[in-house]
């Protein structure tokens, strides 16, 4: 995959500045679905149970970046591009959540 941070053209201030935005690592998450129709109904109502596993294994994962950001950089070496100098937005870590849905 290639994501790239996002960036400010207003900040691109230096004409030699040809770099690219910072690339983000690649991260695979793992999601699982599952659902199941009760034998029964209430009422002419069909019920289904489900529930969503989101992020299975837990996965440490950039989900967003904003290059060279202003907020959040550490600007030691000057605005490289780089990690460093970029604000992150993580994934949300292993959640669940599990319902009932009606259809009638």
Known sequence: MDNYAD???FSRTDPTD??????TPNFTVVDFHLAYDLPFDLGGTKLQLFGHLFNALDAVYVQDATDNSR???FKA???THSADDAEVFLGIPRTF???LSLAY
């Open 71 to 73: 907020y959040n950089a």
């Open 7 to 9: 960036w400010d053209p």
């Open 18 to 23: 040809r770099a690219q935005s910072w690339k």
């Open 97 to 99: 959540n599990v319902g």
């Open 77 to 79: 070496n000057g605005k």
